[in-house]
Nanobody, 121 residues
Framework: QVQLVESGGGLVQAGGSLRLSCAPS????????MGWFRQAPGKEREFVAR????????YYADSVKGRFTISRDNAKNMVNLQMANLKPEDTAVYYC??????????????WGQGTQVTVSS
């Protein structure tokens, strides 16, 4: 069982940046593929980015490609989502996700509780 705790959400103006972090519990973080999803009010949860177990492979939704960067530090048991050039349409609750596989499964096996990101225009 893995528990995921997100942090770093908040309010930012359009064009600004935020960094989200996710700290999974347990000592087997390096065996999990990780990812981020988001859910805006009235919309379904959508994929944002994922990173492989080793950190060598990343994949992004078209809507965030070139603006968001996912990374992981297996020594620190941390996965991050660096968000730049934020837009009002990025406003959502962001969820960290994990799967005990090389690549994140669909749907992932574990979810965090979510952190709110609000981008003002």
């Amino acid at each position: 069982q893995v528990q995921l705790v997100e942090s770093g959400g908040g309010l930012v103006q359009a064009g600004g940046s935020l960094r989200l972090s996710c700290a999974p519990s347990g000592r087997t973080f390096s065996t999990y593929a990780m990812g981020w999803f988001r859910q805006a009010p009235g919309k379904e949860r959508e994929f944002v980015a994922r990173i492989s177990r080793s950190g060598t492979t990343t994949y992004y939704a078209d809507s965030v490609k070139g603006r968001f960067t996912i990374s992981r530090d297996n020594a620190k048991n941390m996965v991050n989502l660096q968000m730049a050039n934020l837009k009002p349409e990025d406003t959502a609750v962001y969820y960290c996700a994990a799967s005990p596989t090389v690549i994140l499964t669909s749907p992932p096996d574990y979810w965090g509780q979510g952190t709110q990101v609000t981008v003002s225009s």
